[in-house]
């Protein structure tokens, strides 16, 4: 796959603030690419310059093949982006919004309810489109937010913490969404968010930390780096688990085993079969990848 985003030596700061500091990446043609970070740590002043919103100190960025300084219109015609914060008009129906966005793009009359269409049975908002935006849920209006992002066919949708604050049900439907214009648009997908689960699910992972990159890789090979295995073990006592030498902690029905890795696994099984009648092996998560490298949890909320 080609690289579609390329950031060389990225900086910016705000007076004495570093907010991006010397950052270097790329992002593959078609993948879904997730940038983590606790607030503060400069996602969204990336994304800002990366869409042309702000101007940066230094540094290139090269979307599809076209510097950003020197063409700074047209890659915004190829990025769609949706940002924490909604920028719909509450006072303006569902439908008024689109068609004056859309209009910014050259997509009118026959055209634009042709894509109109398409976008409203994709994200389920048929019945909402003469209703205000203002008396919409955070989840309808998430959907207007996205159809929003995808009216022109973007090649990258840029997604800043998309399905904060909901529902299950809701962010289920947009993963499906997005799932289907990767696969059947090679879509590519640059993600920030706090759910470490929808990190997991990213091709390429890339972790910020004071403007700076701390780890990046899979999520497999950050997890075999920074989180090692757990052996949940049920049916035990804590006298016989501490007598297996292992870090653990105490669940409500169970002991939870931290090793480095599978094979240290097996073998702690294999050689005290009489203590494992009753166990499951997991993978670190992405929550502990971060925790691991930053030394922190991280949150939702606006970034600073």
């Known amino acids: 796959m080609k690289k579609i985003i390329e950031i060389k030596n990225l900086c910016k ?17 078609g993948e879904l690419f997730a940038f983590l970070g606790i607030n503060g740590a400069g996602k969204s002043t990336t994304i800002n310059i990366l869409c042309g919103q702000m101007s940066k100190d230094g540094g290139t960025i090269t979307v599809n093949g076209a510097d950003l300084d020197k063409n700074v219109d047209s890659i915004k015609s190829e990025l769609g982006v949706v940002f924490q914060n909604s920028v719909l008009d509450a006072s303006l129906s569902v439908y008024d919004n689109l068609e004056s966005r859309a209009a910014l793009y050259g997509i009118y009359g026959k055209e634009f309810k042709k894509r109109l269409s398409e976008l409203s049975k994709l994200l389920e908002f048929e019945t909402l489109l003469k209703r205000s935006v203002g008396k919409l849920s955070g989840g309808q209006r998430r959907r207007i937010d996205i159809a929003r992002a995808l009216l022109h066919r973007p090649k990258i949708l840029i997604l800043d913490e998309p399905t904060t604050g909901l529902d299950p049900q809701t962010r289920k439907m947009l993963w499906n969404v997005i799932y289907d214009l990767r696969k059947n648009e090679n879509m590519t997908v640059f993600l920030t968010t706090h759910y470490m689960e929808e990190a997991a699910d990213a091709d390429y992972v890339v972790i910020l930390d004071s403007g700076k990159i701390s780890a990046e890789g899979r999520p497999i090979e950050l997890k075999n780096r920074y989180s090692g295995d757990f052996i949940t073990l049920y049916s035990s006592d804590k006298e016989t688990v501490e007598k297996l030498g292992v870090e653990y902690e105490i669940l409500r029905d169970a002991f939870r085993l ?31 990848v971060f925790l691991a ?6 949150t939702g909320g606006a970034e600073k």
């Open 13 to 29: 700061s705000f007076g004495d603030i570093k907010a991006v500091d010397d950052l270097s990446f790329s992002v593959r043609e």
């Open 258 to 288: 931290q090793v480095p890795n599978t094979a240290k696994a097996t073998e702690l099984i294999i050689n005290n079969p009489e203590v494992f009648c009753d166990y499951e092996i997991t993978k670190g998560k992405m929550d502990d």
């Open 293 to 298: 490298v930053t030394g922190k949890k991280l």
